[in-house]
């Protein structure tokens, strides 16, 4: 059974940065995965924040940004403001169906 | 703009079959390379995919539960309509549709609908 592991939990202060990433137990993450990230904040809806890996949509902030690093999808939030704490989901494809990561809880502190 | 709505049952009896409604607008699943996609979250738990399907009718599901969900559109109505048989317990989740395109991955998303299974 494919898992996608993230890290369960991570803290950073306002205004510095944050790496977030995804890992699949297949092997290395690759563009073929197509990663995708979201934010969830408590009793809302998801909201997408990075496609392709790496490609942003018109709404998300400019301070995230996605990229492939060292076999993993990474999200890196620069600059980051109180409002960023929330949950971060990546979403991996595998063929036709597509798997969820377990979620990283940022706390902003 | 892209809005979607989910509507169903807020609560089932183990062992029923849902049967949930994805009502759309600002798009349309006719256009070469729409899709959309059902998600669900059980209460304090992660995001977990269901199932997709394509403006062709192509069909996807997770690989845990596709022997208990089948997907359908209603292109004429702007609907997609999921079914999961056998519900559980377990089965106890907000569920959400969203679009989902080839070329930008699943964008909008629906407020999400609460079910419960319990008898």
């Known amino acids: 059974q494919t898992v996608v592991t993230q890290e369960p939990s991570l803290t950073v202060s306002p205004g510095g940065t944050v790496t977030l990433t995804c890992a699949s137990t297949t092997g290395a993450v690759t563009s073929a995965k197509s990663p995708n990230w979201f934010q969830q904040k408590p009793g809302q809806a998801p909201r997408a924040l990075i496609y392709s890996a790496s490609k942003t949509h018109p709404w998300t902030p400019a301070r995230f940004s996605g990229s492939l690093l060292g076999g993993k999808a990474a999200l890196t939030l620069s600059g980051v403001q109180p409002e960023d704490e929330a949950e971060y989901y990546c979403?991996?494809?595998?063929?036709?169906?597509?798997?969820f990561g377990g979620g990283t809880k940022l706390t902003v502190l | 703009q892209v809005t979607l709505r989910e509507s169903g049952p807020a609560l089932v009896k183990p062992t029923q079959t849902l049967t949930l409604t994805c009502t759309f607008s600002g798009f349309s699943l006719t256009t070469s390379g729409m899709c959309v996609s059902w998600i669900r979250q059980s209460p304090g738990k992660a995001l977990e995919w269901l199932a997709r399907i394509d403006w062709d009718d192509a069909k996807y599901f997770n690989t845990s539960l596709k022997t208990r969900l089948t997907i359908s559109k209603d292109t004429s109505k702007n609907q997609v309509v999921l079914t999961l048989t056998n519900m559980d317990p377990v089965d106890t989740a907000t569920y959400y549709c969203?679009?989902?395109?080839?070329?930008?991955?699943?964008?909008?998303w629906g407020q999400g609908t609460l079910v419960t299974v319990s008898s």
């Open positions: 979403l991996l494809k595998y063929g036709g169906t597509q798997v």
């Open positions: 969203a679009r989902t395109s080839l070329t930008t991955g699943i964008d909008y």
